[in-house]
């Protein structure tokens, strides 16, 4: 699934990618930062090595066998004191 999961980024990734720009990725640039399996779903956060502040969080729903992803640009980074 992961696998999977990192292939569905790469394609979206190029399909959204200013075509003047001449870049692509594949899915072996595309990096899991966590994933979760419990029962019949999947979760992962992943990212790419595209300076583009992107991340992409993919939710397999195995009731539904469906697969959604969700886009997220990060805007800042606050540290918080305790």
Do not use: H
């Not at 003047?20 to 029962?39: F, G, M, P, Q, R």
């Amino acid at each position: 699934m992961l696998d999977r999961f990192k292939r569905l980024v790469a394609d979206y990734y190029n399909e959204r990618v200013e075509k003047t720009d001449n870049k692509a990725i594949s899915a072996e640039d595309v990096y899991v930062v966590w994933s979760c399996k419990t029962l019949q779903n999947w979760k992962a956060l992943l990212s790419t090595p595209v300076p583009d502040g992107m991340y992409y969080e993919l939710t397999y729903d195995g009731d539904r066998r469906v697969t959604y992803l969700d886009a997220y640009k990060k805007w800042e980074n606050v540290p918080i004191a305790d």
